[in-house]
């Protein structure tokens, strides 16, 4: 087959279904951020609604409660998701990164376990990895789980841990093997964060929530039926994590395309007021509006080779470092569309006066270009990036 | 929804590449910009010259009843590509990419006997046609001064496609046209000054039939100069990565140094992230989509060169390596048709209009 850029009629199919499906379904109001308890529990509900109607993880099997759909039909259905600009994802990591992983690696009995209350938002789930002098390097990472008959003892500090204040369970990589150093030693362990010896306290964000947290670890004891893969294979089964996070499915086009989508409308909106824009800033807005096009069309094309049998590389680098300057750049433009009123905080609800609608609007792009800042740096900061696509692909020497 | 070329469309951009390995290195390059004159450039250019006419690429865009090949746009990118990669001096893209679909446009929109036996011997024979689109007068396009038309490698041609306006596709005999040598910044393209003499054309088009013929050449032309520019950016990419790992400063390679890798690694960032929109230019040949393709594919290619040259310190400034031959052709594609300015206006335009959608909205 040549190349082919139109949808076939299964895949309008999906499309349609999926949108009936979410405006009939998708919160007329935003949901409180899930940073705060109130918001995390109504993010907890809209993950089982979702689940109710099979939308929850689209690309497990069926058997897990997906859909079994293919990367592209994922597209699909994420651009759909974006258009009618529904809640973010509190079990993000739970669906994108644990899920796959442990379907990957996990037993039969863990996937029963596990799988059906992940996917049904009764257990969300905590990404538990850096450590305060694991950062970058995360294979420095000292934190142990130490075995004692059926159950490990972890003992530790883990830190940067998103949405861990109000999740259920955390995925980590632990030092099985107190005496080994880097990668050796290391398993992959999952560990309930209401548990005596786990103290979870919350780290304020740039936008004032605790988004992410620091984990305290004082002789927790977890069984050992915990471990996920064999002992000491930690590092490669976190790294295969990491292939799916950085590589296509944290974060889906849609996301920057629909973002793009309302800087544009800000900027032709602005654009009709008296005050002139500053011609750089619209330059940015066409180039946001080029990017965000090219991130999807460079998704669509890894999608169709993943699904013609190639696997995921390099791009997994490179699509790191395109999107988190993209989502960074689309924020700054807006702010500096909105000037004078880009400072302001509002009170959500946006009713009342034009202020209180402005103050509304400049809210989402600050909190959004807030959070864009955060991009260049989770998820494997830019600079280890270009180390990887430096010296992984290019085949220049490690320095 | 299918976004992968076909083992076809692969296999022929890799006798292409295969061709210009043995063919269009760096010495064959630099033996013909050392050409003092005309016949030495061509005696220089000789050998690939026939082996490229050896690759039963002739007539490939032109349809199976006018005896073409019938293939598409998107058949032909990759090879654009590999033409970019290797900065090849011969008019491979222009000639099979625009001109002879153009030619088949016009022959089929004024049947006519010269017409046809231009298309014969153009397709059989060897003769040479090439095309220069009018610089639409309204268009936000940047002409080298005004009124005339520049166009590289005429020297070679036997037949030409032009027009005084989009409303004209005039064919006419090399013999009727007066070319006045330019020299170009590029040592590679040969380029002229062309001026129309007021000889009847040996086959005219006029009205919305030339208009949309102009378009269709015009949008292929654009497409194949983004893939030509992606190829020569990669290439400027593959010739910095291997100076940097030879070049050793401080006792280490200079490739070792994070601020080399990094400034590499943003090139390569530019390459993939306009790759896909060439490769959906070429497949759609969507107005927005080429005018995307033509400013992602100028903007990595400028990257490379400017991080190439950079990472070759003072010998990047040097008339002595190689690299000025893929930096200069980009340089001088980039600013084809319209060049990146245009472009960027035209979408920058459509978003104003609100033309501007993801493809799914």
Redesign the interface.
Known sequence: ????????PR?HAL?AEARAWLEANVPREALPSYDTAEGFEAHRRWESKLHSGRWSMVTWPQEYGGRGLDL?EWL?FE?EYY?VDAPGRVNQNGVFLFGPTLMEYGTSEQKSRFLPRLASGADIWAQVWSEPQAGSDLAALRTTAIRDGDDYVINGHKIWSTRAVYADWGFGLFRTDGASERHRGLSYVVVPLRTPGVTVRGIPQLDGESGFAEIFFENARVPVANRIGDEGQGWSIAMATAGFERGLMLRSP?RF??T??RL?EL??RE?QQAAPIDPGV??T??QC??????????T??T???L??GGSIGA?AS?NK??WSELDLSMHRAALAILGARAELRGLGGGEGSALAKAADEATRWMDGFLFSLAGPIYAGAN?I???I???R??????? | ??????EE?RLAAQSLRDLLTDHCQGSDLRRAADARDLPSFETACATRRARLAELGLTGALVPAEQGGLGLGV??FVLLAEEAGRAALPEPLIDVEGVAHPLLAALVWAAPGELGDRTLQETLVGSALVLSAAPAPGAAPVRSAAPGTTMLANAAFAQYFLLGRSDDELALYRASDISLTHRESVDPLRRLSEIALTETKPIALVTGSAAASAWQAARARSTVLNAAQLLGLGSRM?EIA?AY??ERKQFG??I????A???S???V??KL??????V??A???LAPVRVA?AA??AADAADRAARAAIQVHGAMGYSWEVDLQFYAKRAWALAGLNGGRSAQ?LA??QS??R?E??????
């Open positions: 087959m040549a190349i082919d850029l139109q949808y076939t895949q499309r592209i699909i651009e258009r849609a395309q629909r793009a989508q544009i900027y032709r654009a619209a330059a807005v066409t509006w080029m990017d965000a096009e090219a991130y999807a069309l460079s669509y094309m999608a169709s080779r699904i013609a791009e490179l470092i395109f600079e990036q270009r180390n696509i430096a010296e692909v290019l085949g220049m020497p490690k320095g | 929804m299918d976004f992968t070329f076909d469309q998107v058949d990419l990565v940097s790992l280490k390679a490739g070792s140094n994070q080399v890798k990094h590499l690694a943003d390569m960032v993939e992230f306009a790759r896909p929109v490769y959906a070429a497949a759609t995307h400013v992602a960027f979408l920058h978003l104003l609100g501007l959608e993801a493809q799914w909205a």
